[in-house]
């Protein structure tokens, strides 16, 4: 088989296998998506904010972030992060929600399906069928998202 044809072929085989999954359905797990949160349910006001978003190789969290802000903006209004050693960078403002550690132990947790993560947004990189939450905490240990 030609090289040109062989690589023509590949490229409709991914491009029918990456719409084919395209829409999550309710009930069943999203093979190329994952699903990305933000809760506040600590102070007013109280907001809670979900999205699906389709996962793409060697993407960190940090930019789903933003793509959530731009599909989204009523829902995922902004968010700031912050870059320190050896965390990278780490969430510290999730709509307009700022965190204040040093005062009251408040700070934004982020978790997946299997507890909180002790990585920041720079480089986590969301799987398939993963649930990301930020959550607004006060007290226990500030690990940096």
């Not at 309710?26 to 990305?36: A, S, T, V």
């Not at 700022?98 to 799987?127: H, M």
């Not at 993963?130 to 240990?141: A, P």
Request: charged share 20%; aromatic share 14%.
């Amino acid at each position: 088989m030609d090289t040109k044809l062989l690589v023509i072929v590949l490229c409709l085989m991914v491009t029918v296998s990456w719409t084919q999954d395209d829409q999550c359905k309710e009930g069943k797990r999203c093979r190329k998506f994952f699903q990305y949160t933000i809760n506040n349910q600590l102070q007013k006001p109280y907001f809670r904010s979900s999205i699906n978003l389709r996962v793409y190789p060697f993407v960190r969290m940090i930019r789903y972030m933003e793509e959530a802000v731009l599909i989204n903006p009523e829902g995922f209004i902004n968010f700031r992060a912050n870059f320190t050693s050896p965390y990278g960078y780490y969430v510290d403002t999730i709509h307009l929600l700022t965190e204040a550690y040093k005062v009251n132990k408040t700070y934004w947790q982020i978790s997946n399906s299997s507890g909180p993560l002790d990585v920041g947004v720079s480089s986590y990189k969301p799987v398939p069928g993963d649930k990301i939450l930020f959550n607004f905490t006060q007290g226990g240990h500030c690990g940096r998202n």
